[in-house]
């Protein structure tokens, strides 16, 4: 597996490209605005983009996706929920795959009712479900804390702490993490109750 991650767009969005060697089959995750070097680096590499793989509605997660997929003829997935007009819905616990590149997906509500991660080979991508060191906000329509609590502390802190953290954005110390490291370190993950990280998200 080769994965490349690109710094785009004016609200430091992380795309990411994962594909299985030059010429293979492969997927983006989360084309954001200015997916240009993205474009470049699918042609430079000839891969064959099977999926867009978005991790939720939110306009920065998915504004490049006419782009990409005008260019390669890639399926949209997205969760059921996203009104994307996705090409491909998923849920908790589907699978999408791509040649040898399995991704799982994993339903985590909270910064919105559509988000998703996508775990794949001891990595997951979590859009704005976990940054490093930080978390979306939940005071868009869509979002609650008490379910983003429910997400984090019911699903994602169950990962292998191995796994390497794959943000949505660049608003941490560094560009990725792994599940174990945020355990350890981040504010999000800090083990209180839902009514105590509640009152932590408002503050």
Request: glycine fraction near 10%; include cysteine.
């Amino acid at each position: 597996m080769h994965l490349a991650q690109f710094l785009i767009g004016p609200l430091q969005n992380f795309t990411y490209i994962v594909d299985d060697g030059e010429g293979g089959p492969a997927a983006v995750v989360d084309p954001s605005f200015g997916v240009e070097p993205v474009l470049e680096a699918l042609d430079e590499r000839r891969l064959k983009v099977a999926y867009i793989l978005n991790t939720h509605s939110h306009q920065d997660h998915w504004a490049g996706n006419a782009d990409v997929k005008g260019r390669t003829g890639a399926k949209v997935v997205a969760h059921r929920l996203a009104p994307l007009g996705q090409d491909i819905s998923v849920d908790d616990g589907d699978t999408v795959d791509a040649g040898r590149l399995r991704f799982q997906v994993m339903y985590t509500p909270g910064h919105n009712l559509d988000s998703v991660l996508y775990i794949f080979d001891g990595h997951v991508a979590t859009g704005d479900t976990l940054f490093v060191d930080g978390c979306g906000r939940t005071d868009l329509p869509g979002g609650d804390s008490g379910t983003l609590y429910d997400s984090l502390f019911s699903k994602v802190v169950r990962l292998r702490d191995a796994t390497v953290v794959l943000p949505g954005h660049d608003y941490g110390p560094t560009p990725t993490s792994t599940i174990g490291r945020e355990k350890a370190h981040s504010e999000v993950l800090k083990p209180r109750t839902k009514a105590e990280f509640i009152r932590w998200m408002r503050e």
